[in-house]
């Protein structure tokens, strides 16, 4: 094996390995979002007396969406863009990502239907009808998932490969270091 072919290996490998890490946080992340979400919904209907176990559901939407959205990255989804502000950006990029999981999210469900043994247009119509409220309100709170995720992202390009987590992950000492607090305490 020649230099050259044991550098390339070596980077896919790494980029592999780098991916897969990227995945199983953003699967976890989204994992917990969606677990929250089915105990409220656990909690709302067994108030009514309607007991539910669901957490099936939100590992395999996890996953989903997960991959949808590397998916999304890998695409270089939102990178076109002018000179905008940093919420900007962030904002931009929520929409389009929403707007990808939403028509991918309808592929699935298509693809789904036809594996039931239904039509396109059939599973199209329930979606757009009967769905429409449900996938409304699945949008918006999808939407409030994207918006931390894609700004960690982008905190993390701005400030610099590893100097997010340097940041989250450093010890504070706790003292105060002359804020504004400090100045009116004098």
């Not at 909690?43 to 999304?72: D, M, N, T, Y």
């Not at 929520?94 to 043994?117: K, R």
């Not at 769905?131 to 709170?141: G, H």
Request: glycine residues 10%; contains cysteine; positive net charge.
């Amino acid at each position: 094996m020649t230099i050259e072919k044991a550098r390339l290996t070596a980077t896919i490998a790494q980029r592999a390995k780098r991916e897969l890490k990227e995945y199983a946080l953003l699967s976890v992340y989204l994992y917990v979002c969606f677990g929250a979400l089915v105990l409220y919904k656990m909690a709302i209907l067994g108030s009514q007396g309607v007991h539910v176990s669901a957490f099936g559901v939100p590992i395999i939407k996890a996953l989903i969406l997960g991959k949808f959205i590397l998916l999304g990255h890998a695409m270089k989804l939102g990178e076109r863009y002018g000179r905008l502000r940093l919420v900007s950006v962030i904002a931009y990029k929520a929409g389009l990502y929403l707007l990808l999981l939403m028509v991918l999210s309808i592929v699935e469900e298509a693809i789904v239907g036809l594996s039931n043994g239904r039509t396109i247009a059939a599973t199209l119509a329930e979606v757009g009808g009967a769905k429409l409220p449900e996938l409304l309100a699945t949008s918006m709170v999808m939407l409030l998932i994207l918006i931390p995720y894609l700004a960690s992202r982008e905190f993390a390009v701005a400030l610099g490969e590893g100097r997010l987590w340097d940041l989250l992950l450093e010890y504070r000492d706790g003292l105060d270091h002359g804020g504004p607090a400090h100045v009116a305490k004098e």
